[in-house]
T-cell receptor, first 115, second 113 residues
Framework: DSGVTQTPKHLITATGQRVTLRCSPR?????VYWYQQSLDQGLQFLIQ???????AKGNILERFSAQQFPDLHSELNLSSLELGDSALYFC??????????????FGPGTRLTVL | AQKVTQAQTEISVVEKEDVTLDCVYE???????LFWYKQPPSGELVFLIR??????QNEISGRYSWNFQKSTSSFNFTITASQVVDSAVYFC??????????FGTGTSLTVIP
């Protein structure tokens, strides 16, 4: 158990809908990262938040957004969902904002299925 | 540009055999970090090891060992006396300070009892 929690574990929804994925980092960690894992794209970095502020952006679509709250939990919002958004979404956390330098600890993931 | 290549897509071994998972990376940086993660069938990503570019010492942890060679830009992972519980997808990743993780495409290991 990495100490990172993600809810829900599974999510099934329809095209065009909006969903919110939630992540709580390990105790003491200030950074949260979001990743998408799909069969054709592999593991793709989406976005990083550090202590409430956006720190880095990767291959995140405009339909997707995230935020980190004062208690350091984070939410990833996916809107206007398409079939291709079906994937496993991971949250990871690390102690500081030093992306790249820190080890990232991953949560169990949320499996999103868009029908 | 940064890149990680895991050329072995799938490997099958019989239990108790040794197996080596290859990882080749590309980077122009002199300071960088390498990682291995394990993704068992249950889906979570489990951190195994982190190595800094300036530390080329090999590491052993139980049945796991890692061979880091800067001369060949490789960071290979060996499992000795494999067990069924080792069946998983293994990812190698590269990063540098201030930059994102770059993951390889993973190697799916199946250990046959």
């Amino acid at each position: 158990d990495s100490g990172v929690t993600q809810t829900p574990k599974h999510l099934i929804t329809a095209t065009g809908q909006r969903v919110t994925l939630r992540c709580s980092p390990r105790s003491g960690d200030l950074s949260v990262y979001w990743y998408q894992q799909s069969l054709d794209q592999g593991l793709q970095f989406l976005i990083q938040y550090y202590n409430g502020e956006e720190r880095a952006k990767g291959n995140i679509l405009e339909r997707f957004s995230a935020q980190q709250f004062p208690d350091l939990h984070s939410e990833l919002n996916l809107s206007s969902l398409e079939l291709g958004d079906s994937a496993l979404y991971f949250c990871a956390s690390s102690p500081t904002g030093g992306q790249g330098r820190d080890t990232q600890y991953f949560g169990p993931g949320t499996r999103l299925t868009v029908l | 540009a940064q890149k990680v290549t895991q050329a072995q897509t799938e490997i099958s071994v019989v239990e108790k055999e040794d197996v080596t998972l290859d990882c080749v990376y590309e980077t122009r940086d002199t300071t960088y970090y390498l990682f291995w993660y394990k993704q068992p069938p249950s889906g979570e990503l489990v951190f195994l090891i982190r190595r800094n570019s300036f530390d080329e010492q090999n590491e052993i942890s139980g049945r796991y060992s890692w061979n880091f060679q800067k001369s060949t830009s490789s960071f290979n992972f060996t499992i000795t006396a494999s067990q069924v519980v080792d069946s998983a997808v293994y990812f190698c990743a590269l990063s540098r300070a201030g930059n994102q993780f770059y993951f390889g495409t993973g190697t799916s290991l199946t250990v046959i009892p």
